[in-house]
């Protein structure tokens, strides 16, 4: 094989491995693990578990989760104990029985935490008689309480879902855990140059349906100070609802890191959806850099003001403007040709009223200013692509 061929082999398996992982569509396919999948969604486990690049997942069935929930633990303890099933190394169904010396201590998301004391957070998996592997958490007296069934899927080196027989015990995942200290949304957003949308989501009221959302879930676009300072004038002409419906839909009652909007392109509802009114938008990402589509205008997502699940903030270079507001614009008409008496035409192209029209852009320096961010450049895709093209033409050579 020559070196450009080697080249074009090595590229084209690249490209076809750089999809990345979703937990929760892997379960998906397997209705016996329905309460673990709806867990880990609940926890925010799922999307931790999507952003790692190696992780073994540990499933366990219905009747094993429901054995679990019968302790009546919080959430937030229930966390914790689902996170001791996801080790954060990859263990494949072949990889169980080739362990060296039949033992292996490895670390799992709880440890990653941090609030796993000592050696909690770590598990042992042995290679026992008779074909099966068990499991126990090092700080269980030694004691495997589980055993290997069977692999659920697995993507070699990337991620792999076994499952075992029952739930790992350890008293200190299982622990009480106090809810962690709630995040104020709209200082985060005040402190990080977006202090003018914080104060209308106050003044609206609009902060207490954000607020409300936050500990399932929420993705906020939040338009910086110059862009919201510019918007004003359009913004004091709209009724109260209307105003809390705009601010409303600024908001996604989900959490959505930067590589799931990537990844989940596509229509996306909004804190202002409601039966009547749809007050979606369209993600969309070339590259690196991510919009947001309304029908009436496009913004881009300039950069990251919070990142800490359940909630993440992003700055956008325009105030979303929903159709159900303000109408699409138009592109304009041609005009007719003029006729040989040179007499002018009678069709004029009407101005789009100034309502509807997007709002501007932040300064050039604020979005400079950003593209320190990461959002800007070639991904990786249109990177292999590039790399793949010289390499067909030096096979044509």
Same mark, same amino acid.
């Given at each position: 094989?020559?070196?450009?061929?080697?080249?074009? /082999? /090595?590229? @084209?398996?690249?490209?076809?491995?750089?999809?990345?992982?979703?937990?929760?569509?892997?379960?998906?396919?397997?209705?016996? /693990?329905?309460? &673990?999948?709806?867990?880990?969604?609940?926890?925010?486990?799922?999307?931790?578990?999507?952003?790692?690049?190696? %992780?073994?997942?540990?499933?366990?069935?219905?009747?094993?989760?429901?054995?679990?929930?019968?302790?009546?633990?919080?959430?937030?303890? +229930?966390?914790?104990?689902?996170?001791?099933?996801?080790?954060?190394? !990859?263990?494949?169904?072949? =990889? +169980?029985?080739? %362990?060296?010396?039949?033992?292996?201590?490895?670390?799992?998301?709880?440890?990653?935490?941090? *609030?796993?004391?000592?050696?909690?957070?770590?598990?042992?998996?042995?290679?026992?008689?008779?074909?099966?592997?068990? &499991?126990?958490?090092?700080?269980?007296?030694?004691?495997?309480?589980?055993?290997?069934?069977?692999?659920?899927?697995?993507?070699?080196?990337?991620?792999?879902?076994? #499952?075992?027989? #029952?739930?790992?015990?350890?008293?200190?995942?299982? *622990? $009480?855990?106090?809810?962690?200290?709630?995040?104020?949304?709209?200082?985060?957003?005040?402190?990080?140059?977006?202090?003018?949308?914080?104060?209308?989501?106050?003044?609206?009221?609009?902060?207490?349906?954000?607020?409300?959302? %936050?500990?399932?879930?929420?993705?906020?676009?939040?338009?910086?100070?110059?862009?919201?300072?510019? /918007?004003?004038?359009? !913004?004091?002409?709209?009724?109260?609802? =209307?105003?809390?419906?705009?601010?409303?839909?600024?908001?996604? $009652?989900?959490?959505?890191?930067?590589?799931?909007?990537?990844?989940?392109?596509?229509?996306?509802?909004?804190?202002?959806?409601?039966?009547?009114?749809? !007050?979606? &938008?369209?993600?969309?990402?070339?590259?690196?850099?991510?919009?947001?589509?309304?029908?009436?205008?496009?913004?881009?997502?300039?950069?990251?003001?919070?990142?800490?699940?359940?909630?993440?903030?992003?700055?956008?270079?325009?105030? +979303?403007?929903?159709?159900?507001? !303000?109408?699409?614009?138009? *592109?304009?008409?041609?005009?007719?040709?003029?006729?040989?008496?040179?007499?002018?035409?009678?069709?004029?192209?009407?101005?789009?009223?100034?309502?509807?029209?997007?709002?501007?852009?932040?300064?050039?320096?604020?979005?400079?200013?950003?593209?320190?961010?990461?959002?800007?450049?070639?991904?990786?895709?249109?990177?292999?692509?590039?790399? @793949?093209?010289?390499?067909?033409?030096?096979?044509?050579?």
């Amino acid at each position: 094989m020559s070196p450009a061929t080697t080249a074009l /082999f /090595f590229l @084209l398996l690249l490209f076809s491995t750089s999809n990345a992982h979703n937990i929760t569509r892997i379960l998906a396919k397997h209705p016996e /693990f329905s309460t &673990f999948n709806h867990y880990l969604t609940l926890t925010h486990l799922a999307s931790e578990i999507n952003r790692r690049e190696t %992780i073994t997942v540990l499933a366990l069935n219905n009747a094993a989760m429901s054995s679990l929930l019968s302790k009546q633990l919080s959430l937030y303890t +229930l966390k914790n104990v689902l996170s001791l099933h996801v080790l954060v190394d !990859y263990f494949g169904s072949k =990889k +169980l029985h080739q %362990i060296t010396n039949g033992t292996a201590l490895t670390s799992t998301m709880f440890q990653a935490s941090g *609030a796993a004391p000592g050696s909690s957070g770590y598990i042992n998996i042995t290679d026992l008689k008779g074909g099966k592997v068990g &499991f126990g958490a090092e700080n269980n007296d030694g004691n495997l309480d589980a055993v290997y069934v069977k692999s659920v899927a697995e993507i070699p080196y990337n991620i792999s879902v076994l #499952q075992i027989s #029952q739930v790992l015990n350890s008293a200190e995942a299982e *622990a $009480p855990t106090a809810e962690p200290s709630k995040l104020n949304l709209t200082e985060i957003m005040s402190k990080q140059g977006c202090k003018a949308f914080a104060d209308l989501l106050i003044s609206s009221g609009a902060d207490a349906t954000f607020n409300e959302n %936050i500990d399932g879930g929420l993705t906020v676009f939040c338009p910086t100070d110059p862009v919201i300072k510019d /918007f004003m004038p359009k !913004y004091k002409n709209l009724t109260a609802s =209307k105003k809390a419906s705009l601010l409303l839909y600024h908001g996604v $009652p989900v959490y959505q890191s930067m590589q799931m909007l990537k990844s989940n392109n596509g229509i996306m509802n909004t804190l202002a959806t409601d039966g009547a009114n749809k !007050y979606d &938008f369209t993600i969309q990402n070339d590259g690196e850099v991510v919009t947001l589509e309304t029908k009436v205008m496009t913004a881009k997502i300039t950069g990251t003001l919070k990142d800490e699940e359940p909630l993440i903030v992003y700055k956008i270079n325009k105030v +979303l403007l929903p159709r159900e507001l !303000y109408k699409p614009v138009e *592109a304009p008409a041609e005009s007719p040709k003029p006729s040989k008496s040179k007499s002018k035409s009678k069709h004029k192209v009407a101005d789009a009223p100034e309502s509807d029209a997007p709002a501007e852009s932040d300064p050039a320096d604020d979005q400079t200013a950003d593209s320190d961010s990461g959002v800007a450049g070639l991904d990786c895709r249109r990177m292999v692509m590039v790399m @793949l093209s010289l390499c067909i033409g030096v096979l044509l050579m």
